[in-house]
C-alpha cells in the first residue's frame, strides 16, 4: 500500500471524526447532532477517496 492512501484516510478520518465534532462546535451547542453527522460524511469521503486511489492503483499500476 502507498503512503498517500494511508495519509489521505488517516487527513479525513482526523478531520471529519475528531475535528469538526469536537474543535469546530462544542457537544453542548444545539448544532452538535448535525456536526456529527457532517463528520461522518467527511469520514465517508476520506474512505472513498482512500480506496478509490488503492483500486486506481490495482487497475493501473499493478495489473498491466
Do not use: C, D, E, Q
Not at 465534532?21 to 448535525?34: C, H, M, N, V
Amino acid at each position: 500500500m502507498n503512503f498517500i492512501h494511508l495519509a489521505f484516510a488517516v487527513f479525513f478520518w482526523l478531520l471529519g471524526g475528531w475535528l469538526i465534532p469536537t474543535k469546530l462546535g462544542a457537544a453542548t451547542s444545539p448544532l452538535a447532532p448535525y456536526r456529527a453527522i457532517r463528520g461522518v460524511f467527511y469520514l465517508l469521503i476520506g474512505l472513498g477517496f482512500w480506496l478509490a486511489a488503492i483500486g486506481f492503483r490495482v487497475a493501473v499500476v499493478i495489473a498491466p
